[in-house]
């Protein structure tokens, strides 16, 4: 089994179709089930949160929509390849801001003297104009995270998966990047599958927030996220949907630790 990615003549109804996924890993105590029987849509402009205890799968899921590793059964189709962004920057620490932009540009075919214009765009985007020419070391976590989001946005995909990309940041930089994360969807209109184990990050970004049982993973429960943006951390409808979330995932937790 693999990921599928559609072409523009393949295009799919959905911005990503998960269907009857699961991903069995080998280890010194045999075969190891870590998803089991997964079904999930995307829609197009979709934003969608995976949220589970540690070790549920959500980063393995997100890995096998990526195309990073294939599914052990079940299929997953995407309208062309997804962007990814992982909770560590990963950008070249001997490029600038600009040419790590650039080398995405690159990648994906872009014209060599149409690179520097792009990027620059693409930082503006990410609201830090002027900083083409900085290196990594110049800039703060969370300037870091911001050209690692401009970087995947210069994929030009319509899906965008992010791997708890805030999760290293303190609470005020990650509050700035998500008023700026919805902002960018907004504006782009991408779809978005988005892993984290925060509850009330879930709340605040998502139209839906998907819940993963305790391993083996499967689709424990969905929530639509009726709450109009923009939304804060600590609106009192993001603390009352979390807390309801937070009461179902206890309980996942406490069913798998008397497994």
Known sequence: MAT??????????????IQRVSKSFAGPGGTQLVLDDISLDVAPGEFVTLLGASGCGKSTLLNLVAGLDKPSAGSITTN????????????????TAGKNIELALKLRGVAKNERRGRAEELLELVRLRGSYGKRV?????????????????????????????????????????????????????LSVLFVTHNVREAVRLAQRVVLLSSRPGRVAREWQVDIPQPRRIEDAPVAELSLEITEVLRGEIRRHGQQ
């Open 4 to 17: 599928t990615f559609a072409t523009a003549d393949q295009a799919i109804a959905q911005a990503a179709r």
């Open 80 to 95: 062309g390849r997804p962007a990814l962004m992982f909770q560590e920057h990963a950008l070249f620490p001997w490029l």
């Open 137 to 189: 070391h110049e800039l703060s976590g969370g300037m870091r995270q911001r050209v690692a989001m401009a970087r995947a946005l210069a994929q030009d995909s319509q899906l965008l998966l992010m791997d708890e990309p805030f999760a290293a940041l303190d609470a005020i930089t990650r509050d700035l990047l998500h008023d700026e994360l919805t902002r960018i969807w907004a504006e782009t209109g």
